[in-house]
C-alpha cells in the first residue's frame, strides 16, 4: 500500500540554525512527490515538488529537498531558519490513480529565537 | 481573486442546522478535493470531483454531501453533524491528466467548522 511517514511530530530549532524534516514514504513505482506548509489558520501551500530528474530539488523560501529512491526518502532542508518557518510541514506523494494525494501526518516546527 | 477562495472562513452551527460550504478554483483545473484537517490527525481525503464528476468517496457519512456543478465550483452541503465533525476543511485542486501524474494541487485557506 501506499503510504508516507512522517517520523518526527515536533521539531523545535533555534533561528539561524539548519533545519533537516524526514519523509519515508511506500510506492510502487517512481513517486511523485512534494512538500507542502501550513501556516496557524491557513491552507496548505507547496514549497517543492519531485517529479523526475536531478535528484536535489530547489523551492520557495529557500527550501530544498533531495530524492534517495534507495531509502525511500524525500527529506527537506534549509541552511538556515527563519522565524517565519514557524509552521506544519507535510510530505505527500502522488497515487497511482486518480491524482490523489497521499499525505503524511506532518511535522511542526516551532523556531527558537 | 486567484487560486482557490473558500467560503465561510469560519463556520458556528448547531447538531440540527444546515449549512454549506463553498469552494471556488479561478486556476482552469478540472479536478476538484475536499479534506477534512482534525486536530492530530492527517488530512483525510473525503471526495475526488475530475469533470464534475465524483471520482471518489472515502466512506464519508452521508451527513455530508458534496455537489460540483462545474468544474469551478465545489459544496460541501452539511446537514445534522456531530461535535466530532468540527474541523478544518479544504478544498483543493489541480489539473488531473488522468494517470494521476503531475497531480500537484493547489489548496484554499480552508472553513475552520465548529459544531456545538
Known amino acids: 500500500a501506499q503510504s508516507v511517514t512522517q517520523p518526527d511530530i515536533h521539531i523545535t530549532v533555534s533561528e539561524g540554525a539548519s533545519l533537516e524534516l524526514r519523509c519515508n514514504y511506500s510506492y510502487g513505482a517512481t513517486p511523485y512527490l512534494f512538500w507542502y506548509v501550513q501556516s496557524p489558520g491557513q491552507g496548505l501551500q507547496l514549497l517543492l515538488k519531485?517529479?523526475?530528474?536531478?535528484?536535489l530539488v530547489q523551492g520557495i523560501k529557500g527550501f530544498e529537498a533531495e530524492f534517495k529512491r534507495s531509502q525511500s526518502s524525500f527529506n527537506l532542508r534549509k541552511p538556515s531558519v527563519h522565524w517565519s518557518d514557524a509552521a506544519e510541514y507535510f510530505c505527500a506523494v502522488g497515487a497511482l490513480e486518480g491524482g490523489k494525494l497521499i499525505f503524511g501526518q506532518g511535522t511542526e516546527l516551532s523556531v527558537k529565537p | 481573486e486567484t487560486g482557490v477562495t473558500q467560503t465561510p472562513r469560519h463556520l458556528v452551527m448547531g447538531m440540527t442546522n444546515k449549512k454549506s460550504l463553498k469552494c471556488e478554483q479561478h486556476?482552469?483545473?478540472?479536478?476538484m478535493y475536499w479534506y477534512k484537517q482534525s486536530a492530530k490527525k492527517p488530512l483525510e481525503l473525503m471526495f475526488v470531483?475530475?469533470?464534475?464528476?465524483?471520482?471518489e468517496n472515502n466512506s464519508v457519512p452521508s451527513r455530508f454531501s458534496p455537489e460540483c456543478p462545474n468544474s469551478s465550483h465545489l459544496f460541501l452541503h452539511l446537514h445534522t453533524l456531530q461535535p466530532e465533525d468540527s474541523a478544518l476543511y479544504l478544498c483543493?485542486?489541480?489539473?488531473?491528466?488522468?494517470?494521476?501524474?503531475?497531480?500537484?494541487?493547489?489548496f484554499g485557506p480552508g472553513t475552520r467548522l465548529t459544531v456545538l
Open positions: 486556476l482552469g483545473h478540472n479536478a
Open positions: 483543493a485542486s489541480s489539473q488531473s491528466r488522468g494517470s494521476g501524474a503531475l497531480n500537484e494541487q493547489f
Open positions: 470531483y475530475n469533470f464534475k464528476e465524483q471520482t
Open positions: 519531485y517529479f523526475s530528474g536531478d535528484t
